[in-house]
């Protein structure tokens, strides 16, 4: 079994910044791609930055210089920066990780709980 667990959510004023944090734990031989998405309500949940395990990145148009994605592969663990952030954020974020499990030859896709990101004065 594989768990993700996020962190680092909470409330910030337009133009603030916070820096989510997710942990992947388990039955893990190896991970590829890590991302973040975000779910606002009404919407649908969209991808706001991917990384491979190379350090590729990939970022949607509207975070672009605002938002950096990093990971730490020894922990398993991946890192969204945000700045300057703008009411339009605010949502669920949501990390995932493309998963190989010990002892299977196969990938898939993990997420975790979820976490609130508020902007708001």
């Known amino acids: 079994q594989v768990q993700l667990v996020e962190s680092g959510g909470g409330l910030v004023q337009p133009g603030g910044s916070l820096r989510l944090s997710c942990a992947a734990s388990g039955s893990i031989f190896s991970i590829n791609a890590m991302g973040w998405y975000r779910q606002a309500p009404g919407k649908q949940r969209e991808l706001v930055a991917a990384i491979t395990s190379g350090g590729s990145t990939n970022y949607a148009d509207s975070v672009k210089g605002r938002f950096t994605i990093s990971r730490d592969n020894a922990k398993n663990t991946v890192y969204l920066q945000m700045n300057n952030l703008k009411p339009e954020d605010t949502a669920v974020y949501y990390c995932?990780?493309?998963?190989?499990?010990?002892?299977?030859?196969?990938?898939?896709?993990?997420w975790g709980q979820g976490t609130q990101v508020t902007v708001s004065s």
């Open positions: 995932n990780a493309d998963v190989t499990p010990i002892g299977r030859s196969y990938r898939d896709m993990y």
